[in-house]
């Protein structure tokens, strides 16, 4: 079964969003279709690159920021720089090449802020000697004696 290329719905894939009826014909397809293999890959690989970087999670108004303080530096020094390149701008620069809406960059951001706001309690940690005495209480005296 032949099925058009559907890059939105590979991201919606990845993000669990589809119905479920589309599910096996889309990953019939992906067998099929070595681009949106590749898509796949590269979005799952952005999203994995987004979390590890613990991205602000307002990249617009970064953006935003970014800009202005380009455009004020711009002002106070003519002379060109070289356009600083924001981790954001690399993966929208990466989406927008497959056509994918910044509406799925948006909820990729915000999968992101829902994985930096969960508040894991943290454990004290304890000394590698502790730990050691814990699991081997007679470690020490062992030691002492083990010549
Ligand atoms: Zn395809």
């Keep these: ?5 559907d890059f939105e719905l590979v991201s919606a894939f990845l993000d669990g969003e589809i119905d479920h009826s589309l599910v096996r014909p889309l ?6 279709c ?6 796949l890959v590269h979005l799952a690989q952005a999203q994995e690159a987004v979390m590890n970087a613990f991205l602000i ?3 617009e108004s970064l953006t935003a920021s970014v800009m202005a303080a380009i455009e004020a530096d711009e002002a106070e020094n003519p002379p060109p720089k070289p356009t600083p390149v924001t981790f954001q701008e690399i993966i929208r620069t990466r ?4 056509g994918v809406p910044a509406a799925i960059l948006a909820s990729l951001m915000a999968g992101i802020a829902h994985y930096t ?5 943290v454990e004290k940690p ?9 699991a081997l209480p ?3 005296g062992a030691a002492a004696n083990g010549h």
């Design 95 to 98: 989406l927008v090449r497959y």
């Design 1 to 5: 079964m032949q099925q058009s290329c």
């Design 138 to 140: 007679d470690w020490n």
């Design 126 to 134: 304890i000394s590698l000697k502790q730990a050691r005495d814990a």
């Design 27 to 32: 990953t019939e397809h992906l067998r099929e």
């Design 34 to 39: 070595e681009a949106c293999r590749q898509l």
């Design 57 to 59: 999670p307002d990249p």
């Design 117 to 121: 706001t969960v508040d894991e309690p």
